[in-house]
């Protein structure tokens, strides 16, 4: 068991079905290891919450309405204060993957044991990444993950239509800069011009959505 020293780890827990809700909510008041913060139904609420009062740590379900896990933690991300992530997710399928691709610090099966949830978030508090087994090749497969977080928004701004100019003045860089983040792209993304860039952004399975 991981042991924490001094005072609880803050947790915030989200999920649309209220009978799990309710049950993790006892789960996590009954352990020493935790103070339970509040809980939320969807992804606004927990938005909402931790905007005003920071956690440690979110226990968030994959698919919970309306922004979806995803994209909550994308939106989070650059906090200063934000929270680590444990996706609380079907473990069949692709679910583990995105999360971690998403950005979230570990996953935790909803078929598993209470026991394994507990210790995730507590692990995850401490600066770890826990996660079931991911054949990282299948991460490694798919170009668009090797672009950094900056690559990515120009892309994505590229993808919208955006100018070199619009890029630079959005971005606040110069377009020489622009120039350089786009030469990167391309070679990344194994292509020759903005066109084809769009094109593989647009086909691509980009996984968090």
């Known amino acids: 068991m991981v042991e924490t020293s001094g005072k609880p780890i803050d947790v915030m827990l989200a999920d649309s079905n209220p009978l799990v809700l309710s049950a993790m909510s006892e789960i996590f008041e009954r352990d020493p290891r935790f103070s339970l913060v509040a809980t939320s139904a969807t992804a606004e609420g927990f938005l909402g919450t931790v905007m005003r009062i920071p956690v440690q740590v979110g226990v968030v379900d994959w698919t919970l309405p309306a922004l979806g896990a995803a994209k909550l933690i994308e939106v989070l991300?650059?906090?200063?204060?934000?929270?680590?992530?444990?996706?609380?997710?079907?473990a069949s399928g692709d679910v583990p993957r995105l999360a971690m691709q998403a950005g979230a610090a570990g996953f935790a099966a909803r078929s598993g044991e209470v026991d394994v949830l507990l210790e995730t978030c507590a692990e995850v508090a401490a600066g770890k990444?826990?996660?079931?087994?991911?054949?990282?090749?299948?991460?490694?497969?798919?170009?668009?993950q090797s672009l950094s977080r900056k690559e990515r928004a120009i892309l994505e701004a590229l993808a919208q239509g955006m100018s070199n100019r619009e890029l630079s003045k959005e971005l606040q860089i110069s377009t020489n800069t622009v120039k350089f983040h786009l030469s990167n792209?391309?070679?990344?993304?194994?292509?020759?011009?903005?066109?084809?860039?769009?094109?593989?952004?647009y086909s691509s399975h980009r996984g968090v959505d």
Not at 77 to 90: E, S
Not at 130 to 142: E, G, T
Not at 185 to 201: G, H, S
Request: charged share 30%; hydrophobic share 45%; proline share 6%.
């Open 185 to 201: 792209i391309y070679e990344k993304l194994n292509v020759k011009n903005r066109t084809q860039a769009i094109a593989f952004f």
């Open 77 to 90: 991300r650059d906090q200063a204060d934000a929270p680590r992530f444990v996706i609380y997710g079907d």
């Open 129 to 144: 990444m826990v996660f079931p087994f991911i054949d990282v090749r299948k991460m490694k497969q798919d170009p668009i």
